[in-house]
């Protein structure tokens, strides 16, 4: 059974940085893609990116592309999520969700109406 956990939420002033990690276990494989998605108060869910564990491979929406990178460390199970630059536009509950996937990450596969196991979500606040 799939398990995420997430960590690294808190509170930034506009312009700084923080980093998110995603706790992965019970994957089977490396056929599996981790999405990052956020949630603002009174707004709807949306994608941040995704990671494809089989190559690697990333995709970022627009909103953060350059400004947010993600990646893995295979020993510790764990994907993160580096944000810098930060705007209050990115206060939001942050989420990652795991799925099985086979081919590299693309705006096709990384839509949350896909991902069927999801982490708690951790908070990040951005303001001065």
């Known amino acids: 059974q799939v398990h995420l956990v997430e960590s690294g939420g808190g509170l930034v002033q506009p312009g700084g940085s923080l980093g998110l990690s995603c706790a992965v276990s019970?994957?089977?494989?490396?056929?599996?893609?981790i999405g990052w998605f956020r949630q603002a108060p009174g707004k709807e869910r949306e994608g941040v990116g995704c990671?494809?564990?089989?190559?690697?491979?990333?995709y970022y929406e627009d909103s953060v592309k350059g400004r947010f990178t993600i990646s893995r460390d295979n020993a510790k199970s764990t994907v993160y999520l580096q944000m810098t630059n930060l705007t209050p536009e990115d206060t939001a509950v942050y989420y990652c969700?795991?799925?099985?996937?086979?081919?590299?990450?693309?705006?096709?596969?990384?839509?949350?109406?896909?991902?069927?196991?999801w982490g708690q979500g951790t908070q990040v606040s951005v303001s001065s």
């Open positions: 969700a795991a799925e099985v996937a086979y081919s590299p990450a693309n705006r096709y596969m990384c839509v949350a109406e896909l991902f069927g196991t």
């Open positions: 019970g994957l089977t494989s490396d056929y599996y893609a």
């Open positions: 990671i494809s564990l089989s190559d690697n491979s990333t």
